[in-house]
């Protein structure tokens, strides 16, 4: 279960930015997770309320958005999706293509609680 140590990581990387900025509280905190990175959202978002307590977070709302897994054929340039086709092109079958996309763990957005801001 290594999304515990996400989760802590990253609402370290969170508190860093708040105190940078001065905020003093977050409403919500958006991330993107690749289909194929070995992050499952699920358990971020079960594990998060622990992973932040005591912590600038507590009282936030984690939001995750899933980034779909493309691939790009290289014997027919297709790109497709690689979890919905089983790894294979799904025009002329082959198993040789390189990922465009689906191993992402990005911080993408902090929103601030507005009430908070002068
Ligand atoms: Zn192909």
Do not use: R
């Not at 370290?12 to 990175?37: F, H, L, P, R, Y």
Request: aromatic share 6%; with cysteine.
């Amino acid at each position: 279960m290594h999304e515990i140590t996400i989760l802590v990581g990253l609402i370290k990387m969170v508190e860093k930015a708040a105190i940078q900025n001065n905020i003093e509280e977050i409403d919500t905190v958006v991330i993107q997770i690749g289909e194929m990175s070995s992050i499952v959202p699920k358990y971020m978002v079960k594990y998060f309320p622990n992973a932040a307590e005591d912590t600038l977070l507590e009282n936030s709302k984690l939001k995750i958005e899933e980034i779909p897994a493309n691939g790009l054929c290289h014997h027919c340039n297709k790109v497709f999706k690689i979890v919905k086709n089983k790894g294979k092109c799904p025009l002329c079958k082959a198993d040789d293509w390189e990922m465009l996309s689906g191993m992402e763990f990005i911080l993408k957005e902090i929103i601030v609680n507005s009430q908070n801001l002068e």
